[in-house]
DNA sequence: GCGACAG
DNA sequence: ATCTTGTCGC
């Protein structure tokens, strides 16, 4: 799997999967479900992934991965930055996922290809966007309670959800990454939710990164 | 040219 | 994302 190095080479490679993204519903409820997240220090990047049990949203595994940064961040261009890692971390893992949750945008970016929906084309598997912040599109502020959305619009199309996933607290934004829809993937995100705002693998890929990289900091 | 801008 | 202490609120 070859990674571009340049934002030339990057805006080439969007150019030829944006239009590999495929969304319909999931045929069957997912039996195990995983979540990506990074985290960075000096010149390198710490990717996790954890898979958990669908039913019940049980832990089963997680697997990391340490390299080195070789794409800056760049708005539209992330899963550059943390894809090859990421990317590396889920073909780790000894349970094959049924669907994967990113940290970043699904279908809701400016080329319609995010995180979540590259990835999605690059393993040919079902994933979903839920971001903590908008990167492109409208919206009006859904209601403050639990499981209460509002449709992430551009150019006149649905392109996401702006989900609460608690009372009061800001809303996450889900969107299909790939091989799956909106309507199935806010299902599923709020299925993950716990009594925090983020789902609970994803929350859980976002500890095990950030733990490595303490562990990392404190070179003995 | 100006403002926006996932992590 | 990351740099950072205490602090207000459920």
């Known amino acids: 799997m070859v990674w ?15 239009h590999k993204v495929k969304i319909f519903p999931l045929s069957k409820q997912p039996r195990y479900i995983a979540a990506a997240d990074a985290a960075f220090i000096d010149d390198k990047i710490i990717a996790a992934v954890c898979v958990y049990k669908y ?7 997680h697997e990391i991965v340490v390299r080195k940064i070789t794409f800056p961040y760049i708005p539209g261009y992330l899963t550059f930055r943390e894809g090859p ?8 893992l000894k349970t094959i996922p049924d669907v994967i949750i990113f940290d970043g945008q699904g279908i809701a970016h400016p ?7 590259h990835i999605g084309v690059l393993l040919d598997m079902p994933t979903i966007g839920c971001a903590k912040s908008r990167l492109t ?7 403050q ?19 609460r996933t608690r009372d009061n ?23 993950c939710t716990g009594n925090y705002r983020i789902p609970l693998p994803q929350r859980c890929a976002d500890m095990i990164a950030k733990s490595v990289k303490k562990d990392l900091g404190k070179r003995v």
């Open 55 to 61: 039913q019940g949203i049980e832990y089963l595994e």
């Open 111 to 117: 080329k319609g290809l995010g995180i979540a929906s």
């Open 169 to 191: 607290v800001r809303p996450v934004f889900v969107s299909a990454g790939h091989k799956i829809d909106l309507k199935t993937s806010v299902d599923i995100i709020v299925h």
């Open 145 to 163: 309670r639990k499981g209460q959305w509002s449709r992430l619009m551009c150019n006149g199309k649905t392109i996401g959800a702006v989900l």
């Open 137 to 143: 599109g409208t919206f009006k502020e859904p209601g």
């Open 85 to 92: 890692a990421i990317v590396e971390a889920i073909k780790k």
């Open 4 to 18: 571009p190095l340049n934002i030339k080479d990057a805006k080439a490679v969007q150019e030829g999967l944006r």
